[in-house]
């Protein structure tokens, strides 16, 4: 069944550590975006990618780094987490010409 | 500045009414509109996406509406179930309907109760 799949589900992790979030998606999307989301607040694009090789940063100052080297997978790094790193991570693909998004189930990640 | 707007911000009903959610925007130019709903702690799932020619678009109890002269865009929920309990987004799209650039509203958040 065609997806899009993010883990870690939950992550709690020290000041300081290096993480990457995976996310991938098994529909083909050229499109696909990292969002971010604080607890009853609207979602705020981070970074996007129009295909392989292809990163932009969103509209929302992040100090996390993507990558795009298969069409599939999408994965988003912290080299060194901190506290205000701490939220919710959802990633989201969509098809060129089309205006439907599909999420990921997200990544609550909580950094002590 | 380009801004998306819900209401109410909350929602307590009981299992089996209908209700209304709101959505006001200030996006221009406007490409379409789309309705979410979002699980607690989960991705948000997409219901409806409307175009500026479209005014009314059903998906099961769902029925979205939008007033592209006034801006403004409701979603009805008919029969309510305890699986609507969720928060709900209101989610435009400007510019030549450019995928990254989507406005979200915080939601709604509607309590279903039995």
């Known amino acids: 069944e065609a997806d899009i799949y993010q883990t870690p589900r939950y992550l709690v992790i020290g000041t300081g550590k290096k993480i990457t979030l995976e996310c991938s998606q098994t529909?083909?999307?050229?499109?696909m975006y990292w969002y971010q989301q604080d607890p009853g607040m609207e979602l705020h694009l981070i970074h996007y990618?129009?295909?392989?090789?292809?990163?932009e940063k969103g509209d929302l100052s992040s100090e996390s780094t993507v990558s795009r080297i298969r069409t599939e997978h999408f994965p988003l790094t912290l080299e060194s987490a901190r506290p205000s790193h701490t939220s919710q991570y959802l990633c989201?693909?969509?098809?060129?010409?089309?205006?439907?998004?599909?999420f990921g189930s997200g990544t609550r990640l909580t950094v002590v | 500045k380009n801004q998306v707007e819900q209401s109410p911000q909350s929602l307590i009903i009981l299992e089996g009414k209908n209700c209304t959610l709101q959505?006001?925007?200030?996006?221009?130019?406007?490409?379409?509109l789309r309705w979410y709903k979002q699980d607690t702690g989960r991705g948000p799932v997409s219901l409806t996406i409307?175009?500026?020619?479209?005014n009314t678009k059903s998906n099961g109890r769902y029925t979205a509406t939008l007033d592209a002269d006034t801006k403004q865009s409701s979603l009805h929920i008919t029969a309510s179930q305890l699986s609507d309990s969720a928060s709900y987004i209101c989610?435009?799209?400007?510019?030549?309907?450019?995928?990254?650039?989507?406005?979200f509203g915080t939601g709604t958040l509607l309590a279903v109760q039995p």
């Open positions: 989201a693909s969509s098809e060129i010409g089309y205006y439907g998004y599909t």
């Open positions: 529909m083909g999307h050229d499109k």
């Open positions: 990618s129009y295909g392989v090789n292809s990163t």
């Open positions: 959505c006001n925007y200030t996006v221009s130019p406007f490409s379409n």
């Open positions: 409307m175009t500026f020619s479209e």
């Open positions: 989610v435009v799209s400007g510019e030549g309907g450019a995928t990254n650039k989507l406005i």
